[in-house]
């Protein structure tokens, strides 16, 4: 099992970035997520989907600015970031599981290794 992100970049305040992962080695329908990590604080939870699509979460500070999508044909999961701010700036991670609920308190069994994003 596999999960490659990329599109980590420095990027102005008010711009936007849109955050890949590549999965690969395991049958692609486990629920998936991306959190954050900024230096010293703790990991967040920042969105989840669920394999179909159907149910998303987003923690309020992204709420309406960032947008979660599975690309299923391709193995790809999206992190659409727009009006990006500083307090953004963190190393975000995907993850993946069967399980939904396990995707949003952080405990999947799948992680990438992280794609830096610097707001300033």
């Not at 305040?13 to 080695?25: E, K, N, V, Y």
């Not at 701010?85 to 949003?104: H, L, M, N, R």
């Amino acid at each position: 099992v596999q999960l490659v992100e990329s599109g980590g970049d420095s990027v102005e305040a008010g711009g936007l970035l849109t955050l890949s992962c590549t999965a690969s080695g395991f049958a692609f329908d486990s629920d998936m997520g991306w959190f954050r990590q900024a230096p010293g604080q703790k990991r967040e939870a920042v969105a989840a989907v669920s394999t179909g699509g159907s149910s998303t979460m987003y923690v309020d500070s992204v709420k309406g600015r960032v947008t979660i999508s599975i690309d299923k044909n391709k193995n790809i999961l999206y992190l659409e970031m727009n009006n990006v701010k500083p307090e953004d700036t963190a190393v975000y991670y995907c993850a993946a599981d069967p399980s939904f609920a396990k995707i949003v308190l952080g405990r999947a069994n799948y992680w990438g290794q992280g794609t830096q994003v610097t707001v300033s």
